[in-house]
Structure formats: structure tokens, C-alpha cells
């Protein structure tokens, strides 16, 4: 997939009269760019980048003078570019889309940071659609639009009407060329009307953690997608689909998950039992604990990162993947860790990839983790087996 780097990136703050939008992304498309976009385009739209000029070339090609944008341009000469480059029918979809690329985001009011609220009131014409199957999105490609009108029927097209919905500012980030992308907030609450509960708290453990998207950081955070969500909530019950779906599911929500199946298993311990998890308290995940100055001397390190944390009894679980932890020097380095931790007075419980597969010794390490917290392990026997075994099926077995 093919997406531009769009340098000195800003957001429009606008109402729908004056939204010239006309390419929105979102839901299953949305997820996809914000998975597979390159890290430096991903992290052009989230952050404002800086002023200086910068190509605008496809991922991976050669810069080309030709390709930096005019500083000095005005955005009337901003837009009648953007028009131009629209005219030129014979250019192929994807140079067209760089060469209005630099008009279109002169063209975007300058200032503070700000974003689109909206989705567009008019119908994608057939090039517009084609430039966006272009950059090799999974079909259908999902699209947003603000009315009924502007819905299109057409093949590999999935158009979503968001009309009278409560929307806003942050649902849409812009990508230059007149096409943006449903922001990592607004995505979570798309998703909401379309997966299952435990499935919407995993992508919230992927948004919110360092896996999976393309930044190096988290995208989002359980606390912006909490407010975001909430303001989504409509009044007289025209709020948007999925919202109650959302914020159930942000109650299970945690930041900072490194890996699917640190967040596999955060959920098996704590979602709840109706959910088929073991209810025990949320952890902080990968907490930072600093060591002290006589534990530093025999360290390399300032600090240790643990997995799964729980402050208030001073509990550790880690989480062995095979990956990272095997091999003689490598579980040797785990050791000296681990006694390290153990010299702070933190208890330390290892789980590995077969722990977790392995359904009674899973539950053997749960007893475990329940005398470290002083909680007793109470579940109704007559339901939650069958709960447990449809959750250890959804989390594992696609896996």
C-alpha cells in the first residue's frame, strides 16, 4: 500500500457549507492505512510537522524538486493548483493525487492544530474513487459521507452515511489531496458498530499500546477515546451506533500493551466472568520501576519495565514469549533481571506461550496470581467454564 508523506500537515476547522472535502476514510479502511501506512506518513498526519520543505514522492521513491510545495503560495493560487491537478485527466490517479498534494494543504487554514468534524455532503466522483483504490486498499474501501445523496452504489465501494450523527473535531485527519482518514478515536467508535465486545476491547489495546500501527508510539489513549466516545453520545437517543458498545468496552481498556499477547492476556485475567475472564483487578502495563543505587551497580540499566503490574500489592506477572526469550544468553539476562526485581521487594510470576494455550496450567498460574493479590478465586461453576472456553476460542485459536 501507498500512501504520500504530506509535509507541514494541518487540520481544518470548518462547517459544512465551506468543507471541501471529498475523499473520507473510514471504518475497515481506516484501520488498514493506520496499520500499514509507513511511520513517518502516520506520524505526519497525527503530529504538525515542521515548516521546512519536505518530498512528497510515494514511499520509497525518489524525492524530486518538483514535488515540494511553493511556501509563498497563497491559497487561492493554493486551490486553483488543487483544480488543475484535477483537470489533467491523463495523468495516472496516484501522481495526480501528488501533484495537488501540496495545494491542498496550503490550502487548509494555518494556526494552531485543529481538526475536521465532518464528513463530506457530496458524492466521491469515478477518479476520486479510483485514486483511493489506487494506494491497494482491501475492497470494498469504506467511505464516509455526511448525507443520503452523497451515498453512491458502486463495485468495491462501501459508502457510510454519518448524516445527523453527533460528530466532533478530531473525527477526521487530513492526508492532503482533498482525502482524509477517520482519526484513531473516531475509528474505535466505527469499529464499535461492527465487532464483538471482546474483539472492540483488543483494537482499543492496539490503539492505545506500541504494536500493531504504524507509529512508534500508541495512536490514541483509553482516556481520549473515553472523551471522545463520550461526546458522541447524542441527545434523545440520536446518538451514534455503537456508542454504548464503545464505552463498555473502554471500561476493560488499559494503555500501554506491547504485544497481542500481553494483551490476550490481560484480557483473560481480567475481563469478567460474564465475559469468560477471571475479574481480577486491571494491571498498569509495561510500568516503569527504577532502581536503586546500590541495585544499579549491578545493572546496566536505570529502570526495569514490567509487563503486567499491579502497584498496590506489588505484583509482576512477565509474560516469556519464545521470541524474545529463548536462547543461553538471553534467559540468562531474564535471570539476573528477575532477581533484580525480587531485590526490590516485587513478587514476579512468569507466564509463557504455552501457559496460556494450556487451559489447566493457565488456571494453575491464576491461582497463583489470585494468593500474590490475596483474592480468592470465586466464579459460578455452571456458567463461566463455558464462558472461559468461548473466550479462550476467540482470543487463541484465530491466533
Known amino acids: 500500500m501507498h500512501f504520500y508523506l504530506i509535509e507541514d500537515v494541518e487540520f481544518l476547522c470548518v462547517n459544512r457549507y465551506s468543507f471541501d472535502m471529498t475523499i473520507c476514510i473510514s471504518h475497515e479502511s481506516a484501520l488498514e492505512f493506520w496499520r500499514a501506512a509507513e511511520a513517518d506518513v502516520a506520524e505526519g498526519v497525527l503530529n504538525k510537522t515542521s515548516s521546512a520543505a519536505q518530498p512528497k514522492t510515494p514511499l520509497g521513491a525518489e524525492p524530486n524538486k518538483t514535488d515540494l510545495p511553493p511556501s509563498a503560495a497563497s491559497a487561492a493560487s493554493a486551490a486553483k493548483a488543487a483544480s488543475a491537478a484535477k483537470a489533467a485527466s491523463a495523468a495516472s490517479a496516484a501522481s495526480a493525487a501528488k501533484a495537488a498534494s501540496a495545494a491542498s494543504c496550503l490550502a487548509v487554514q494555518r494556526g494552531r492544530r485543529r481538526f475536521v468534524a465532518l464528513a463530506p455532503d457530496v458524492a466521491p466522483t469515478d477518479g476520486e474513487i479510483e485514486s483511493i483504490k489506487a494506494f ?14 452523497a451515498r453512491r452504489q458502486i463495485k468495491d465501494v462501501c459508502c457510510h452515511v454519518c448524516g445527523n450523527l453527533p460528530t466532533r473535531h478530531g ?33 482499543g489495546y492496539e ?20 472523551k471522545f466516545c ?16 464503545a464505552m463498555r468496552a473502554l471500561r476493560f481498556v488499559v494503555n500501554g500493551s506491547a504485544s497481542p ?14 465475559l469468560g475472564g477471571y475479574a481480577l483487578p486491571l494491571p498498569v502495563l509495561n510500568h516503569r520501576i527504577g532502581l536503586t543505587k546500590s541495585a544499579r551497580m549491578t545493572s546496566d540499566k536505570s529502570y526495569f519495565k514490567c509487563d503486567l503490574f499491579w502497584p498496590g500489592k506489588s505484583l509482576a506477572v512477565e509474560y516469556d514469549s519464545d521470541t524474545f526469550h529463548t536462547g543461553s544468553s538471553r534467559i540468562a539476562a531474564d535471570s539476573r533481571r528477575r532477581n533484580q526485581i525480587l531485590a526490590l521487594g ?6 509463557t506461550k504455552q501457559q496460556i494455550y494450556n487451559a489447566d496450567e493457565f488456571k494453575k498460574t491464576v491461582h ?20 472461559l472456553a468461548s473466550l479462550r476460542r476467540e482470543l487463541l485459536i484465530k491466533s
Open 136 to 149: 491497494g486498499f482491501t475492497l470494498p474501501v469504506h467511505l464516509d459521507v455526511y448525507t443520503k445523496s
Open 171 to 203: 473525527s477526521y485527519l487530513c492526508l492532503g489531496a482533498g482525502v482524509y482518514v477517520s482519526s484513531p478515536e473516531m475509528l474505535f467508535m466505527q469499529m464499535a458498530e461492527k465487532l464483538r465486545l471482546v474483539a472492540l476491547v483488543e483494537l
Open 207 to 226: 490503539l492505545c499500546g506500541s504494536y500493531g500501527m504504524s507509529v512508534k508510539g500508541a495512536l490514541s489513549t483509553q482516556e481520549r477515546l473515553v
Open 230 to 245: 463520550e461526546a458522541m453520545r447524542g441527545k434523545k437517543g440520536n446518538g451514534r451506533k455503537g456508542h454504548r458498545m
Open 261 to 274: 499477547m500481553e494483551t490476550k492476556l490481560a484480557l483473560l485475567l481480567c475481563l469478567p466472568h460474564m
Open 346 to 351: 516485587i513478587t514476579v510470576i512468569t507466564v
Open 368 to 387: 497463583q496470581i489470585c494468593c500474590s493479590l490475596n483474592r480468592r478465586l470465586q466464579y459460578n461453576p455452571s456458567i463461566f467454564p463455558a464462558k
